[in-house]
T-cell receptor, first 112, second 114 residues
Framework: DAKTTQPPSMDCAEGRAANLPCNHSTISGNEYVYWYRQIHSQGPQYIIHGLKNNETNEMASLIITEDRKSSTLILPHATLRDTAVYYCIVRVEMDSNYQLIWGAGTKLIIKP | AAGVIQSPRHLIKEKRETATLKCYPIPRHDTVYWYQQGPGQDPQFLISFYEKMQSDKGSIPDRFSAQQFSDYHSELNMSSLELGDSALYFC?????????????FGPGTRLTVL
């Protein structure tokens, strides 16, 4: 079963904030939310992760709703180089075995 | 800064052949992860190793095996190759197991099975 759902694609104007939503309504209390992005066919790149509290780093902010059923990744000032597929991922534990369950991803296109 | 190194970058094999992919993690990283990404799909976790022991297991087929060596490099061995094995194979490394640490991905190996 899919743990996350994301819109397949989004556009954003260069210089504006890009807000990428993710639904994870079946997430459990100890399951982290991760975001990675993949530019073309390069290796995915870590962006940010969180459990309950909102998080911010030099790349982005992660806003997690209080019920943890959804989250939003915010790129504050999108540039053309931010065009990529953004994956919302849940870290799950099954039988003492950890996995990252990747979503289908949102293709974000930054337009000049 | 040193990144994850994967070799070869491209590999072409025939059906039923075997293939070995290599991964050299970032120095001092103790965990290696293997992923398979089919065309237009998200990466699928295969298996991971922490301190040379298997750590977590994903959707790795029985025809595949992997190990991590004393120098922390890892190899993914794939036998009885099928057309459906054609994909990008990524290796990632991190400090600490269980996907807690940030994973740094290599450039990938593109495997084509004819």
């Amino acid at each position: 079963d899919a743990k996350t759902t994301q819109p397949p694609s989004m556009d954003c104007a260069e210089g504006r904030a890009a807000n990428l939503p993710c639904n994870h309504s079946t997430i459990s209390g100890n399951e982290y939310v991760y975001w990675y992005r993949q530019i073309h066919s390069q290796g995915p790149q870590y962006i940010i992760h969180g459990l309950k509290n909102n998080e911010t780093n030099e790349m982005a902010s992660l806003i997690i709703t209080e019920d943890r059923k959804s989250s939003t990744l915010i790129l504050p000032h999108a540039t053309l180089r931010d065009t990529a597929v953004y994956y919302c991922i849940v870290r799950v534990e099954m039988d003492s075995n950890y996995q990252l369950i990747w979503g289908a991803g949102t293709k974000l296109i930054i337009k000049p | 800064a040193a990144g994850v190194i994967q070799s070869p970058r491209h590999l072409i094999k025939e059906k039923r052949e075997t293939a070995t992919l290599k991964c050299y993690p970032i120095p001092r990283h103790d965990t290696v992860y293997w992923y398979q990404q089919g065309p237009g799909q998200d990466p699928q976790f295969l298996i991971s190793f922490y301190e040379k022991m298997q750590s977590d297991k994903g959707s790795i087929p029985d025809r595949f095996s992997a190990q991590q060596f004393s120098d922390y490099h890892s190899e993914l061995n794939m036998s009885s190759l099928e057309l459906g094995d054609s994909a990008l194979y990524f290796c990632a490394s991190s400090l600490g197991q269980g996907f807690f640490g940030t994973q740094y991905f290599g450039p990938g190996t593109r495997l084509t099975v004819l």
